[in-house]
């Protein structure tokens, strides 16, 4: 009797890091352009990046940092290259 041919199928597969990480990027850049746009007085300059500013409004402060990276060309071109799906 002939011996049987291993199958690959028992392996397991494996995705390539260089499509894990574009998947994970693009996760990223969908993700934040669906996030809230930075509050008026925050954006205005009004409310100052001090002491209890920063601890009582940090979610306000990481949507600044957002709103920057998605003002970025590179993030704006992609986002709008793949379509606002």
């Known amino acids: 009797m002939a011996?049987?041919?291993?199958?690959?199928?028992?392996?397991?597969?494996r995705v390539h890091p260089v499509v894990q990480f574009l998947v994970l990027a693009h996760l990223f850049v969908v993700i934040s352009w669906t996030l809230p746009r930075v509050p008026a007085d925050i954006q205005d300059g009004t409310v100052k990046p001090e002491g209890v500013?920063?601890?009582?409004?940090?979610?306000?402060?990481?949507?600044?940092?957002?709103?920057?990276?998605?003002?970025?060309?590179?993030?704006?071109?992609y986002i709008q290259f793949t379509g606002f799906w």
């Open 53 to 77: 500013n920063l601890v009582r409004r940090s979610g306000d402060w990481l949507l600044l940092g957002n709103d920057r990276f998605r003002q970025n060309p590179v993030s704006s071109r």
């Open 3 to 13: 011996k049987a041919a291993s199958n690959p199928s028992s392996e397991p597969k």
